[in-house]
């Protein structure tokens, strides 16, 4: 069993998993991470699943499902960026782009300076969506 931590840096709310995790039960955990930001006041939630294992990269059913569970908890208050291995990235950013259409703010990104500065505001310096 994979282990988590949440905790407040900066004004930024902070939720990793690591280890072994199962895909439902990692993707109920990030719900909880984002309704833990909200109820704090938060609106900045970075996310960190680069050490998890178990879990392959969802396909195209599995990350529409994972975003409608997280527009649910986040929507319109909580913006999310999330850090993540490589080969968990699609190039399109499907994900990104139903999460929007669900009224969620996220993003996705491989190493933790990028996503900082996208979700304090500087979305120049980070990777962007393709526009719908």
Known sequence: MGEAWFEVVGGIARFRLTGQQELVDGVRQIADAIAR?????????????????????????????????????????????????????????FAIIVGRNLGFVSNVFESEEPALDWLLGHPDRGPQPPSP
């Open 37 to 93: 930001t909200k109820a704090a006041g938060l609106d900045k939630l970075l996310v960190d699943i680069r050490g998890i294992t178990g879990v392959e990269p969802p396909g195209i059913a599995t990350r529409h499902w994972m975003m409608g569970e997280w527009a649910r908890e986040g929507r319109g208050s909580v913006r999310a960026a999330m850090l993540v291995r490589p080969e968990f990235i699609d190039p399109d950013r």
